[in-house]
């Protein structure tokens, strides 16, 4: 076994010992996520229901209905892709509480109301552990940066040696070397789905996602450039019209309608928007002072379908259409890249294929631990043999430091183990070392 495959061999284990449990935790929340639908369905039942009824819905009555049965302020307007399906208003109750409506488009009855986003909105919050505030948000981001780190090692790891099997299995259940090609052969399969999921999910982590999303903007291959009619009046959209919006607008300036007068109302503004080409599945965010437009998002199933207008607040005016066709050009390999992400882009076919990536991780992340007891020296807690040439692992810490500055919170944590290994090989404390398999 050579020097540098020792090197590599733990620097793979430490990135596993570090993140194991949040990629077990993301494999089983993903999944979760890939059927948002069909979960929804299941947990609301009749509250997704509506009447039958022919004609189009008018807005404003609907509205009425809704704040009066609970004395909340709609904000936001959620039109279902079926005519079948209960629309969904997000509101602010007066005591401050936000909640979301499901509501039946025929007479406006509340059917039901629940958190914003609902289950599956929870859900999605559980994956990004952005219910535990920007702490967890970038215990994610690390994590899925050390995942790339455990696919590329994992790949060079398996590289098949001594006659070796690409993919098979040898021995039975209860020895290391089964757990070892089980590891290895999931690796090999899923590994490629595991690392596309680990890169396009960055893009929604708060350090790295930024930065990438200020790079692409500032070099022109981010979002659309706002209108004159933004010009120096533009606002962003706000925290409620930016999480409906495509990642490519979530940073755009808002444009304002100058003009005096009052509010046209949902319903002139959804006519506006449908004569500018408007259908299917949308969310209007309604505007929050006057001045400020309403702000239509196709609720896109794939990258290309992504659209978002601006109607103006008092006239109706169109003050912006933007489609994916004028993002930049690396703004539509992150949004496409967000679609696939979420299993969306290509359908059915998509969907099991990240599905299969989350089962993969969760298999890996199961059979490191125990492929790791089996193989550690009896009766102690060992990591791989430590590696004494310097010249073996000087590369290997080359590459790790260049991929630490691409991704700077794992690029701290990746200091950190090697601190720790370097006070373990001074102070021999917990006898990490183990001796050579």
Same mark, same amino acid.
């Not at 102690?380 to 073996?392: G, H, L, M, N």
């Given at each position: ?34 059927? $948002? ?9 009749? #509250? ?30 959620? %039109? ?7 629309? &969904?208003?997000?509101?602010? /109750? ?12 025929a007479d406006g009855r509340v ?22 505030g920007p702490v967890g948000n ?23 040696? &001594?006659?070796?099997?690409?993919? +098979? ?13 089980l590891h290895a052969s999931l690796? /090999?399969?899923?590994? +490629? ?10 893009? #929604?982590?708060?350090?790295?996602? %930024? ?13 659309? %450039?706002?209108?004159?009619? *933004? ?11 930016? *999480? ?37 599945? #949308? ?5 929050? @002072?006057?001045? $400020? ?7 896109? &199933? ?50 099991? /294929? ?9 298999? /890996? @992340? ?6 790791? #007891? %089996? ?54 404390? +917990? ?7």
């Open positions: 076994m050579s020097h540098l495959y020792r090197a590599v061999w733990r620097w793979h284990f430490y990135a596993g010992l570090l993140v194991l449990p949040f990629l077990a935790w993301l494999a089983v929340t993903g999944a979760l996520y890939l059927y $948002k639908a069909e979960i929804e369905r299941n947990f609301y039942g009749s #509250w997704m229901v509506a009447s039958p009824h022919a004609a189009a819905p008018k807005i404003a009555p609907l509205l009425n209905a809704v704040t009066s049965a609970t004395g909340g302020t709609v904000t936001q307007i959620v %039109k279902p892709a079926s005519g079948g399906e209960a629309w &969904r208003m997000n509101l602010t /109750l007066a005591d401050g509480q936000k909640r979301m409506a499901f509501v039946d488009p059917l039901g109301m629940t958190r914003p986003g609902g289950i599956m909105g929870l859900v999605k919050d559980l994956h990004s552990l952005a219910i535990t970038a215990l994610i981001e690390i994590a899925a940066g050390w995942a790339i780190i455990l696919v590329l090692t994992g790949f060079y790891l398996w590289w098949p040696r &001594r006659g070796s099997p690409i993919v +098979g299995l040898r021995g039975a259940p209860g020895q290391r070397l089964f757990w070892r090609d690796g /090999l399969v899923a590994g +490629g789905i595991v690392l596309f999921l680990a890169v396009t999910g960055m893009p #929604w982590s708060g350090v790295w996602g %930024k930065n990438v999303q200020a790079w692409v903007t500032s070099h022109s291959l981010g979002k659309p %450039k706002a209108p004159a009619a *933004a010009g120096a009046g533009g606002e962003h959209a706000g925290h409620e019209g930016m *999480a409906a919006m495509p990642w490519a607008m979530q940073k755009m300036m808002m444009p304002m309608d100058h003009k005096t007068g009052p509010a046209i109302g949902p319903d002139r503004a959804i006519t506006a928007a449908q004569a500018a080409g408007l259908s299917g599945a #949308w969310t209007l965010t309604l505007p929050a @002072a006057p001045g $400020k437009p309403y702000l239509f998002s196709v609720t896109a &199933r794939a990258a290309e379908e992504e659209r978002a207008v601006y109607v103006g607040y008092s006239d109706g005016r169109i003050l912006q259409d933007t489609g994916y066709a004028r993002y930049g050009a690396g703004s539509r390999w992150i949004d496409w890249g967000v679609q696939t992400h979420q299993g969306l882009e290509y359908g059915e076919p998509n969907r099991l /294929l990240m599905l299969a990536g989350c089962i993969g991780l969760l298999l /890996l @992340a199961i059979s490191a631990p125990v492929m790791w #007891w %089996k193989r550690r020296p009896a009766g102690r807690i060992a990591a791989p043999p430590r590696v004494r040439p310097q010249a073996a692992t000087r590369g290997l810490l080359v590459i790790m430091l260049a991929g630490g500055a691409l991704f700077p919170l794992t690029g701290l944590t990746m200091v950190a183990a090697l601190l720790l290994d370097m006070a373990v090989r001074r102070t021999g404390t +917990g006898r990490l070392e183990a001796a050579a398999a």
